[in-house]
């Protein structure tokens, strides 16, 4: 089975400050990551994904997470926010290999609040 | 943005009073999953179609049931309604199964 932890609950920032959302996950198979953004009172939208291959992906809205599969992390970074990234940050995982590859485990997510 | 609607968007309904929830698709992919979505709790799986008529339990299925009789449409069913079903619920669509993309969400209000 898979476990993702969201190491921060909620993270303030101030506009054009870079942040950095941590997420950890365990698992006794290679793995498929994603983070997805969830807006104020809207369904979820995938940010961004890493299945393989560079394990640097880029994803909508500027945003970026290196895949370090030594410390089983996978963090999302942005170099400058801005006031509509406000929202919340789910990272996700699924099992790249055997009949568990349909399930999706996500964290309990980060909220993101930017301010002026 | 996937072709994912959720019915209905908002519903107030009392204890013990049966729920049906419905997804409905248009991308014609073959998974299908329903979460639901609390405070504290991130996103927890409730149930999901791996075709027509095969569906399997998540990790918080009791008190829930569904049913997909056709490839497009999920329902999700609370047989009994209870306050703790109080929740934002979500479904979600895969073609492979590990790559989701969601619906707007449903906000039930059990009272």
């Known amino acids: 089975a898979q476990s993702v932890t969201q190491l921060d609950s909620q993270v303030p920032v101030f506009e054009e400050a870079p942040v950095e959302l941590r997420c950890n996950y365990s698992?006794?198979?290679?793995?498929?990551l994603f983070w997805y953004v969830q807006y104020p009172n809207q369904g979820l939208q995938l940010l961004l994904k890493y299945l393989s291959g560079s394990t640097l992906v880029k994803g909508i809205n500027g945003f970026e997470a290196e895949f370090n599969k030594s410390q089983t992390s996978f963090h999302l970074r942005k170099p400058s926010v801005h006031i509509s990234d406000t929202a919340e940050y789910f990272c996700?995982?699924?099992?790249?290999?055997?009949?568990?590859?349909?399930?999706?485990?996500f964290g309990k997510g980060t909220l993101l609040t930017v301010n002026p | 943005d996937a072709g994912i609607t959720q019915s209905p968007r908002h519903k107030v309904t009392e204890t013990g009073t049966p729920v049906t929830l419905r997804c409905h698709q248009t991308?014609?992919?073959?998974?299908m999953y329903w979460y639901r979505q609390d405070p504290g709790h991130g996103l927890r799986l409730i149930h999901y179609?791996?075709?027509?008529?095969?569906?399997d339990k998540g990790e918080v299925s009791d008190g829930y049931s569904v049913s997909r009789s056709k490839t497009e449409d999920f329902l999700l069913t609370l047989e009994s309604a209870t306050s703790s079903q109080t929740s934002v619920y979500f479904c979600?669509?895969?073609?492979?199964?590990?790559?989701?993309?969601f619906g707007p969400g449903t906000r039930l209000t059990v009272t």
């Open positions: 698992s006794s198979v290679s793995v498929y």
């Open positions: 179609s791996y075709g027509v008529k095969d569906t």
């Open positions: 996700a995982v699924s099992a790249n290999s055997g009949g568990s590859n349909y399930k999706l485990t």
């Open positions: 979600a669509i895969s073609a492979r199964g590990y790559e989701q993309y």
């Open positions: 991308e014609n992919h073959r998974y």
